[in-house]
């Protein structure tokens, strides 16, 4: 099997040069790879995405001929050996033999006195070398998003620039219906030597102080707590799901929200729609997981006659499909993935499900809109258009800033540790 660095070059290439999707190449890892291992893997290439800029100038720098694209792997592997050699508790001979023998793994024999060579000289000249360069910062982000930021949040586009570069912490959300005072549970996390800290408002959230594999957490099989951000965890508190109605989750896979709404309210008859059947699986499996039941459904939300069964809902969650440039701390790859055009489709695709889902609701019912995005034009203005042109809608005010003329709640990345979020509360005129 190839070493841990040549794997993680191979995922950066993926991303990079194959648009495709990190947590795709992650799942897609070796089955037979240790927690450590794994956990190596994902260092590197989570660390080298953050900071690519950086590390490719610093390689530039470096290198004393222009390396060809067709040698990508060759700079990426580098990046690897850079990225480890700037952390001061990794031992650096391990960084550069590594490296090395990882270029061989992948076919690179040609090229392996000259990484031995360029990390030997990182070492040696990196008291002269411009480690921080506050350009490499902002490079990190592509322009159009910059600019759609800067725009959006003048005073604070620096500061979530920066928090999108930060590694995010592990939120758990404690079952409440196994443990309805969640002392229980935080009694069982100390027992287990696992250290964190609870959300002064939401006692079922908390942050650990590290990430933890999920096996070492008490009773996690048996549905004790699911592993999700607070700030996710706001969307089904948000609609007080109530025991006995008709809920739909619109968009639910992978189910982080759908279980939660059956958490809250166990007796509610749960619709998990999602257009994608793959997805759905995970869906299933954690409703397995934490001994619920909801029907499932395959289907388009943006096309109801195709599914609905003509009976409408008391409350629906709309998690929409979004930009995700909330989540960028947790899904680097997004910098390097998502294009312009795409926030401009994303938007027509939410106004499209927004309206067709707001026909399947009953009257005097509860909508509540949400997105990882931070991007006004799929939050506060498509709600605000949406209110502008639907009578019968009305905006509840989750605090008292929230008005239709600046509506929903947006928390930008690392605010209180969350991850970045929009939710507006809608409810139907009777
Ligand atoms: C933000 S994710 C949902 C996360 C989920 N609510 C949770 O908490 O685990 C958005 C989901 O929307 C789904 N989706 C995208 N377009 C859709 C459509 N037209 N109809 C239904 N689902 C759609 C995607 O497959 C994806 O699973």
């Known amino acids: 099997m190839l070493n841990t660095r040549a794997l993680s070059a191979q995922i950066i290439y993926a991303v990079l040069d194959e648009q495709k999707s990190l947590t795709a190449c992650i799942a897609q890892l070796p089955k037979d790879l240790s927690a450590s291992q794994k956990g190596q893997i994902q260092d590197f290439c989570y660390g080298c995405l953050r900071q690519f800029p950086k590390l490719n100038r610093l390689i530039n720098q470096l290198c004393h001929t222009k390396l060809k694209p067709e040698l990508n ?3 990426y592997l580098l990046a690897i050996g850079i990225y480890q050699l700037l952390d001061e508790k990794a031992a650096e001979h391990a960084a550069i ?29 990196r008291e002269t070398l411009v480690l921080d360069n506050p350009q490499d910062v902002q490079a990190t982000h592509p322009n159009w998003l910059v600019k759609q930021l800067k725009q959006a949040y003048p005073k604070s586009f620096k500061k979530i620039i920066a928090a999108n570069l930060q590694q995010a912490p592990m939120w758990l959300r404690i079952n409440q219906q196994l443990y ?54 706001n969307a089904a508190r948000l609609l007080q799901p109530q025991d006995g109605e008709r809920i739909l989750d619109a968009c639910a896979a992978p189910g982080g929200k759908t279980t ?82 795409d926030i401009q489709q994303l938007a027509q695709l939410q106004q499209k499900i ?5 026909q399947i609701l009953k009257p005097s019912g509860t909508l509540v809109y949400a997105t990882c995005s931070v991007l006004p034009q799929e939050n506060k203005q498509q709600i605000s258009q949406f209110l502008a042109q639907t009578s019968d809608a009305e905006l509840q005010s989750i605090f008292a800033s929230d008005t239709a003329a600046d509506p929903g709640w947006q928390i930008l990345p690392n605010q209180q540790n969350m991850d970045g979020f929009y939710y507006a509360v809608l409810k139907k005129q009777a």
């Not at 009694?187 to 594999?213: V, Y």
């Not at 997805?279 to 397995?288: C, G, K």
């Not at 927004?354 to 707001?358: A, G, R, T």
């Open 73 to 75: 792997q060759l700079r």
């Open 97 to 125: 033999d590594e490296t090395v023998e990882a270029s061989k793994q992948i076919g690179l024999y040609a090229f392996t006195n000259m990484i031995n060579a360029i990390l030997r000289e990182f070492q040696r000249e």
């Open 180 to 233: 309805a005072d969640a002392q229980d549970y935080y009694a069982l996390l100390q027992q287990a030597d696992i250290s964190f800290s609870a959300d002064k408002k939401n006692p079922h959230s908390i942050k650990l102080a590290a990430p933890t594999a999920v096996d070492k957490l008490p009773n996690f099989f048996d549905g004790a707590c699911t592993v999700q951000d607070a700030a996710a965890q």
């Open 260 to 341: 939660h709404i059956l958490e809250l309210a166990p007796k509610a008859q749960v619709d998990a729609l999602d257009i994608e059947v793959e997805r759905l699986e995970r869906v299933e499996q954690n409703l397995e997981r934490l001994n619920q039941q909801a029907h499932i459904i395959a289907g388009d939300a943006s096309e109801p006659q195709q599914w609905w069964d003509g009976i409408l809902y008391d409350r629906i969650l709309l998690d929409a499909p979004c930009s995700a440039t909330g989540v960028i701390r947790r899904h680097p790859d997004i910098l390097y993935l998502r294009r312009e055009d």
């Open 354 to 358: 927004l309206k067709q889902m707001w």
